[in-house]
């Protein structure tokens, strides 16, 4: 194999005549540059240099490597500099992934953030909920994916594979019309809505749904379904029907014409951010996973 430090080598010793003077240019002792050299022949399989007297000639394999060093060097000396920006946060690229209510509420905390401390990194933003994000990730198709699951269900296993990165355990709240007879309640029992029509979220949150309310005795009438939140919180508002939904969906919307409820027992999503075990260890991965645990606690 050629290395990049033999190149350096020759092309001296093709610019200076000599291993002597070589060496003086390169900062290194003579038999330094001979015995690079005899590496560099072996390496190649043949002869590089003609030995004249003082003088070096190259062969016509020598020179053949030589008109390849210069544009050799010159790239790994490109990726070398590009590599350095990445590591150094001056540059890099970072594919993120989220769900909506957390690109509405810790996404623009978190790049707001990253931009102000590593203005070369870039960061793009597609929306997924899971277990698509988590697909994605495993995919390649991005590098830290924001999820979450609600406590207590059976998917602890899908992520033994990931790193993962707590950031809040997110509670589910209850949300009624204005004129709702619970709309001024404290908190309210879960069954105390078995009467009322639905609106329901997400196909991961239509699931949790169902099961919080099969567990208090009684099976949720599901009127309309949307995966998104401002459209859930609007049919509640117009009357259509009630909801749980995370604080955070609620905290990126004015929920005009309705009201929120605590609801009991309570239920929780854990909100996460993933990546794999590779990934965690780019700076600007790592970077863009401190930021949103910051944004979290905000």
Request: glycine share 8%.
């Amino acid at each position: 194999m050629i290395e990049a430090r033999h190149l350096r080598v020759l092309r001296a010793v093709a610019a200076t005549g000599s291993f002597s003077a070589a060496a003086r240019e390169l900062g290194c002792t003579q038999p330094a540059v001979s015995q690079q050299m005899k590496a560099l022949e072996s390496s190649a399989g043949t002869p590089l240099l003609i030995r004249t007297g003082r003088e070096m000639r190259l062969t016509q394999a020598g020179e053949a490597l030589v008109r390849h060093a210069a544009g050799i060097l010159a790239g790994l000396t490109a990726a070398e500099e590009e590599v350095a920006a990445i590591a150094g946060l001056r540059a890099g690229r970072v594919r993120l992934v989220s769900f909506p209510s957390g690109s509405s509420t810790l996404v623009p905390t978190a790049l707001a953030a990253l931009r102000a401390a590593h203005p070369g990194t870039r960061v793009s933003l597609v929306e997924a909920e899971p277990p698509r994000s988590v697909e994605m990730l495993r995919e390649g198709d991005c590098d830290v994916a924001l999820a979450f699951r609600y406590e207590g269900a059976r998917t602890g296993e899908e992520w033994d594979d990931l790193v993962v990165r707590p950031l809040l355990a997110d509670r589910l709240v209850g949300l009624v019309p204005e004129g709702h007879p619970l709309a001024g309640a404290g908190s309210v029992t879960i069954d105390a809505f078995a009467d009322d029509p639905w609106i329901a979220g997400c196909p991961r949150c239509r699931r949790q749904l169902v099961e919080v309310c099969r567990g208090a005795g009684f099976a949720p009438r599901i009127d309309f379904a949307t995966d998104d939140y401002p459209a859930v919180i609007g049919l509640v508002g117009a009357g259509l029907g009630v909801a749980v939904l995370p604080e955070l969906a609620i905290e990126s919307v004015r929920p005009k014409g309705a009201r929120t409820v605590t609801v009991e027992p309570a239920v929780r999503r854990e909100i996460v951010a993933l990546t794999l075990p590779d990934l965690a260890q780019v700076p600007a991965v790592a970077a863009t996973l401190d930021q949103l645990a910051s944004a979290a606690t905000r």
